[in-house]
């Protein structure tokens, strides 16, 4: 495939002021594109907005896209993403890329081309774990994330397991799988007078914690196992998400 000849051939496409071999086209009022060839010009880095539409936010995800490339895409895993990302009026601090098995833009129309393109979005180093399966990867980018609204606000990694026999609430899954940082806030309280119920967690890092309930929260983890508060376990899941 031609890949410049491709990228030139879409539909009202122009270049992307500001940097080299760069585009951006739209399908509608609501849809906004832009690329950028890779370094050696064999892969499209291309990035969605959906809604509100920052076109100087586009630019500085591709350039910074295009000098992490080696790490974003070079390093076989599924979602992958690069610190040190910022750009004002924004708290992104990070840019990340979802491989064509991931995202299948380009399949209706150009299939070819899917498999030639990475797209790249502002996220949050927190989303991460680097460890993600092609499944966790697939549901972070088209479910959890929503990479193509520029207004979002940080979803960090989590996955989770639990059990309250209070509620009959509980994981219908093997093992820990991903979730909301949201419904991890919302089963530790539920754990109160609910003996042999618990909830276990893994973060980003792949720290594990296990909280129960004894007459109070109980959390077990690498440093040991101790008693808190409410407030306190809650305030420790949430520190630990970041």
């Known amino acids: 495939m031609d890949l410049l000849s491709t990228i030139e051939a879409f539909p009202r496409v122009t270049p992307l002021e500001g940097l080299d071999r760069a585009w951006k086209w739209n399908l509608n009022p609501v849809l906004h594109f832009a690329g950028a060839l890779t370094g050696d010009g064999t892969r499209l880095f291309q990035t969605n907005q959906r809604g509100r539409h920052d076109e100087s936010l586009a630019r500085a995800a591709l350039a910074f896209a295009r000098d992490h490339e080696k790490q974003l895409i070079g390093e076989g895993r599924f979602i992958s993403h ?59 980018y088209t479910k959890m994330l929503h990479p193509a609204e520029i207004g979002r606000e940080a979803v960090p990694f989590v996955k989770m397991s639990f059990d309250n026999p209070r509620t009959g609430g509980g994981s219908t899954n093997p093992g820990r799988a991903l979730t909301y940082p949201r419904i991890l806030l919302q089963e530790l309280p539920q754990l109160e007078n609910s003996p042999g119920g618990f909830v276990e967690y893994e973060n980003r890092e792949g720290k594990v914690w296990h909280i129960e309930w004894a007459g109070s929260w109980v959390l077990s983890g690498e440093s040991g196992r101790r008693e808190m508060s409410l407030e306190e376990v809650l305030s420790f899941a949430e520190r630990s998400l970041r």
Do not use: M, W
């Open 82 to 140: 690069a610190d040190g990302f910022r750009f004002p009026g924004y708290t992104f601090d990070a840019v990340a890329a979802a491989v064509p098995d991931v995202h299948g833009h380009h399949k209706a129309q150009n299939p070819g081309l899917t498999a030639l393109t990475y797209i790249v979005f502002p996220a949050y180093a927190c989303e991460f774990s680097g460890r993600e399966t092609l499944v966790e990867a697939e549901a972070r």
